[in-house]
């Protein structure tokens, strides 16, 4: 089984400064994946970025990387330069190998402030 | 538009009653999963279809069924229901199994009164 953490609740960030969300993770599967999605108030599930855990370098979409440190079994998200359209709901979660479903967190509210 | 369509967006009902939500996937995709979020527990899995059968159950009430019909779309039967029934209930698509993630529709809520 897979359990995901994601210990703050709420994050609030200054536009064009960069935020950072926590999420450690644990698993007892050799190969995984992780994952982190955004919904804004509107209600959506909007994908952002995917890391594999045999993945050798940290992944990267746009303003969005992923700061994998496996050994710590953590996975946060770095937002680089907010834009007031980030203000969402972030959810981190991972998919065992076998297992097809993604297991997720209970998310981080970020607020982007002008 | 993500693609993975689902209807109602909006449903009301009562306690007891019984509703159907429907979703239909990207073109292509194979598998379907179908997820609740509720303000107590998150984000939860319900249960997975691939290609017309069933792969994978999660956290799903025997109040609740689903399928996948040959033209590949979904559906959730969700009967009794509940108050705590309430909740945002989102159909996701994948091309295989998932391997590197997966499209989510935009929802349907259901409120029971």
């Known amino acids: 089984a897979q359990k995901i953490t994601q210990t703050q609740p709420g994050m609030f960030v200054q536009e064009k400064e960069a935020v950072t969300l926590d999420c450690t993770y644990d698993?007892?599967?050799?190969?995984?994946?992780l994952f982190w999605y955004k919904q804004p108030s509107s209600g959506e599930m909007i994908f952002l970025i995917y890391q594999g855990s045999y993945d050798q370098q940290n992944a990267t979409e746009g303003r969005y990387s992923l700061n994998f440190q496996k050994a710590r079994k953590s996975a946060n998200l770095v937002i680089s330069a907010s834009q007031l359209g980030d203000s969402a709901m972030y959810f981190c979660a991972m998919r065992g190998a076998n297992d097809y479903k993604l297991s997720f967190g209970a998310g981080t509210t970020v607020t982007v402030r002008a | 538009d993500s693609g993975v369509t689902q209807t109602p967006k909006h449903l009301i009902t009562a306690t007891g009653q019984r509703v159907t939500l429907r979703c239909s996937p990207r073109?292509?995709?194979?598998?379907v999963y179908w997820y609740q979020q509720s303000l107590d527990q998150g984000l939860q899995f319900l249960i997975q279809y691939y290609n017309g059968e069933e792969r994978a159950k999660g956290n799903i009430l025997e109040r609740f069924s689903a399928q996948q019909f040959p033209d590949l779309h979904s559906e959730l039967n969700l009967s009794s229901l509940e108050l705590g029934d309430s909740a945002l209930y989102f159909c996701?698509?994948?091309?295989?199994?998932?391997?590197?993630?997966?499209?989510f529709g935009s929802g349907t809520r259901l409120t029971v009164v």
């Open positions: 698993t007892s599967d050799p190969s995984y994946g």
């Open positions: 996701a698509s994948s091309v295989g199994l998932g391997e590197v993630g997966y499209t």
């Open positions: 073109s292509g995709d194979l598998s």
